[in-house]
C-alpha cells in the first residue's frame, strides 16, 4: 500500500500545525503550549480519552477501533520539545522565541502523529485501541522515563509502542531501523584533578594539574582500542577541560573534565565506566594528584524488539515500497529507550533529505516527508491490529 490518499489531502493542514509549532518552540517539561495544542487537536478529531500531565507536560490520547476483540493495545510516540539554540534559517515561519528553535524536526514528529490521528479517528479501521503518546523534554530531560514512571504503560495497558525520527541525508519518506541496538547509551562525567599550584616557572614546586589531566584525556581513549572488544562500540570523548586560572604564568590547582560515554550494550557500558574511574584515579595518583570522579548514567541503550523490528519494517514497506532493515546503528541517544525497556517495541528513522543536520541553527524538518509519516504510523495500527 504507497502513501494514504486522506494524507495528501491532509497535507497543507498537517503541515500548518506544524510550521505554528515551530514559531513557537518549548524547551524541556515546559511545553504548555504545544500541550495545550496537541489536546485541543485531539479533541476536535473526536479522540476517545484525552489525558493530560502525564510526565508532567505530556499528553496521552486514545483511539478506539471499530471493534476490541483483539484486545490489542498499541502506543504510538511523538516528542514535543525543542533546543537551546539562535535559529538562522531566514524562514517566514522561523523560532519567535530568541534562542529556542526547533532544531531536531519534534515539531515534525509530532505534527505527524497529529496528522495519523485524525486519521485513525475517522477511519477505525482497526481492531483494538490505539495509545498516542506525546512527550515532553526528549532533549536531555528525561520525559520518556518521566511518562513511565507516571505509569503510563499500565494505566492504558500498552503491550507494545513505536517512535520515530527523521534523518537528515537520507532520502525523503524512506524508511530506515535494525532489530537489537539501534541508539547509544548517553553517560556524562566530571573529573576533578587537583594536585598543588605553583609559579609557572618553578614547576618543579607544584605538581601540574594540565599535565595530569592531559594524561589522563590520553589514556582514557585505550578503554576503546585496549579494553573493549573490537567488534563491540563505544565513544568516550573529554568535551571540556577548565582550569581554575587562565593566567599565562601560574599552574592551576585544579582542573575540571568533562564528557560522555556512548555504548550500545549494558555490559560495554559497565566495563566503560569501571574503567574510566580506574583510568583517571590511576593516572592521577601516578602522578602524585587525585582525581575525584563523578559518572552520571544517562538515557539507556535504545533497543528494538526483533519481532517488532520486523512488524515495523513491513508496515514502512507498505509504505515506501523500500526500507532498510540493517541500518547501521549510530551513536546518539534517544529517551524512547526508557519506553521500551518497559515495553517491546520499534524506532525507526525516516529520510529528510538533504540539508542542515539535526541540533544546527539552519536544520529543518522537511514537510514533504509528512505523508509517509503519518501512513506508516497509520499502516502499523491497521496491520497489527486488523478490523475483525
Known sequence: MPIKNRFAELLPEITAWRHDIHVHPELGFDTHRTSALVADKLKDFGVDEITTGIGRTGVVGVIHGKSNTSGRVIGLRADMDALPIIEATGLPYASQTEGKMHACGHDGHTAMLLGAAKYLAETRNFDGKVVLIFQPAEEGGGGGKEMVDDGMMDRWGVQEVYGMHNAPGLPVGEFFLRPGPLMASADDFVIDVTGKGSHAAEPHQGIDTTLVSSHIVIALQSIASRNIDPMEQVVVSVCAFRTDTEAFNIIPQTVRLRGTVRTLSAEVRDLAEERLRAIATGTAAMMGAQADVEYTRGYPVTVN??????????????????????????MAAEDFSYMLEARPGAYVFIGNGEGAMVHHPEYNFNDEAIPAGCSWFAELVESRMPAA
Not at 520486523?310 to 508496515?315: F, I, V, W
Open 305 to 330: 524488539s526483533h519481532d517488532h523490528a520486523h512488524y515495523a519494517a513491513d508496515a514502512a514497506e507498505k509504505i515506501a515500497g523500500k526500507v532498510v532493515r540493517d541500518v547501521t546503528p549510530i
